[in-house]
């Protein structure tokens, strides 16, 4: 089955700094790829949408200048969490379609998530 | 407007009992239901999946779901837990806008040997 890396799974930093946490389809392209956020023992929140070659869409109520978005290639999304505060620190989950599935019904793959820790 | 309530936040079973997780969803037309598995610190696996074909769908690992238009509801079944059943659970509508998955509250099934 396709496969949807993330990297780095896990990642801890300091207040202040910034983090780049990459997204790949490793056999298929993506047109679209979703970046979402999850607490602990809760479910997940989806933060944006991101379309290849174009801006980010970002549900209400997410900070698009704190989770700066960018999916330059079919194959590879980023999402950078900027001046990182503790309250950033979650699992971020990112999903990718397989563009070869027709419309809305490509199927989505997820990552393994990457664990950000902000001190 | 899509959504999905699992009516139970926590399930526990015994080894080689089975495994009923509930799934209530509200959708304006016909809806694409999945169950998601998630172990501890690990992306979501696709265990399930309808999209309007057979109601009752199988799955991976056992795992099979029915879907009940009059009830709405899409309840995750298995015969027998095993041990590696222990996981967290998401019932997942897709959103008519953007193609956009819509996640319930996460049902955590714990077993027991």
């Known amino acids: 089955g396709a496969v949807v890396s993330q990297h780095p799974s896990r990642v801890i930093c300091k207040s202040g700094t910034s983090v780049k946490i990459e997204c790949r389809s490793l056999d298929f392209q993506a047109t679209t790829m979703f970046w979402y956020r999850q607490f602990p023992k809760k479910s997940l929140m989806l933060m944006a949408t991101s379309n290849e070659g174009s801006k980010a869409t970002y549900e209400q109520g997410v900070e698009k200048d704190k989770f700066l978005i960018n999916h330059a290639s079919l194959t590879l999304s980023t999402l950078t969490v900027t001046s990182a505060h503790p309250e950033d620190s979650s699992f971020y989950i990112c999903?990718?379609?397989?563009?070869?599935?027709?419309?809305?019904?490509?199927?989505?793959?997820f990552g393994e998530g990457s664990r950000l820790t902000v001190l | 407007a899509q959504s999905v309530t699992q009516l139970d936040s926590h399930v526990s079973v015994s080894e080689g009992t089975p495994v009923l997780l509930r799934c209530n969803y509200s959708s304006s037309y016909s809806p694409s239901l999945f169950w998601y598995v998630q172990h501890p610190n690990k992306g979501l696996q696709l265990l399930l999946k309808y999209t309007s074909a057979a109601t009752l769908v199988k799955g991976i690992n056992g795992f099979e779901a029915e879907f009940k238009k009059s009830e709405t509801s899409f309840h995750l079944t298995k015969p027998s837990a095993h041990m590696s059943d222990a996981a967290e659970y998401f019932c997942v509508v897709r959103g008519n806008q953007g193609g956009k998955l819509i996640f319930g509250q996460g049902t955590e099934l714990s077993v027991k040997p």
């Open positions: 999903s990718a379609r397989d563009r070869g599935g027709a419309g809305l019904s490509g199927e989505l793959f």
